[in-house]
C-alpha cells in the first residue's frame, strides 16, 4: 500500500463529501480518530494497527496508574488534614474519610499512635468509617480490599492498633481473615481481644480455631477458650466457666448497732 492509498484508508469516514484527509499530530501516540487498517508506510515510517488504536490493556494501565497518583494525593491530604490541630480541619476529616477506602488504611493506622490524643482519636474514628463504608452490601470487592490491609497490621503494629484491627476485622472479616485473626490467641497481650473478635465471626473455621488454640494455650486462658467453645456448640470438659467467680476476695463485718 503507497502513502497515497493510506492517506485514504485514514480520512474521516464522514466527510465523504469531501476528500479532505483527516489530519493529526504525528507526535501523537492515539489519534482522535482513524479507520484501522492492516500495515503500510507513511513517510517511510512503519505503521500498524496497534500504532492507531490503543489496545484494552493500555487503557486499563493508564486507568490504575491515574486512579492510584490520585488516590495517593487524597490519601495524604486526608492524613494531613487529620494531623491538623484546628478540630474545624481535623473533624469534617475523618468524618469525610470513607471514600479514602484502603489506601488509606495503613497510613491512618500509624497516625493511631500519634502523641496528640485528639489526633490519635481522630485517626481511628477515620478508619472505623472507612471500614463500616467497606462493609456495606454490595461492595465486596471494596470490602475484601480493606479487609487485607487491616489483616496485614495485626503482624507488627503496636498492641492498641491490634486490638482496634481485631475489632474492626469483627465486623467486616470473611474466612480468610480467622487464621490471621487466630494466630494471636497465642500473644498474652492481645489475646483477649482475639478471642472475643473471632466469635463474632461466622463458619466453621473460628470453631476450629479455638479447638485448636486450646490446645496450646496455657492453664489461665483454658477457661476463657472453652467458654468459647460451649458457645459455639462444642462440649468441653472442666474448665468451667468463670464468670460467676469472684475476682476480689470479700468478707463481712459486723456493724454496731445493728440489730
Known sequence: M???????????????????????????????KATPVSSGEVCGRSIRVSDLHPTPLVIAAAAILTAASASADSVADLVTKIKSTDDQVRGPAWQGAASAGAPAVKPLAAVMTDPDFEV????????????RHAGRPGADGERQAVQSELVALLKDQPVPVRKE??????????????????????????????????????????????????????????????????????TVAGYPSQKLKPVKQTSLRDTPGAA
Open 165 to 234: 484491627v481485631l475489632w474492626m476485622l469483627s465486623e467486616i472479616g470473611t474466612a480468610e481473615a480467622v487464621a490471621p485473626m487466630a494466630g494471636l490467641l497465642a500473644d498474652a497481650e492481645v489475646r483477649e481481644d482475639a478471642r472475643c473478635a473471632l466469635l463474632r465471626l461466622p463458619g466453621p473455621q473460628v470453631t476450629e480455631a479455638l479447638a485448636k488454640a486450646f490446645k496450646t494455650a496455657p492453664e489461665e486462658f483454658k477457661f476463657a477458650l472453652a467458654e468459647s467453645l460451649r458457645q459455639r456448640g462444642q
Open 120 to 131: 490519635a482519636r481522630s485517626a481511628k474514628r477515620a478508619l472505623w468509617i472507612i471500614v
Open 2 to 32: 503507497n502513502t497515497h492509498e493510506l492517506k485514504s484508508e485514514i480520512r474521516n469516514p464522514k466527510s465523504e463529501g469531501n476528500p479532505k484527509p483527516e489530519i493529526r499530530n504525528p507526535n501523537s501516540e492515539f489519534p482522535a
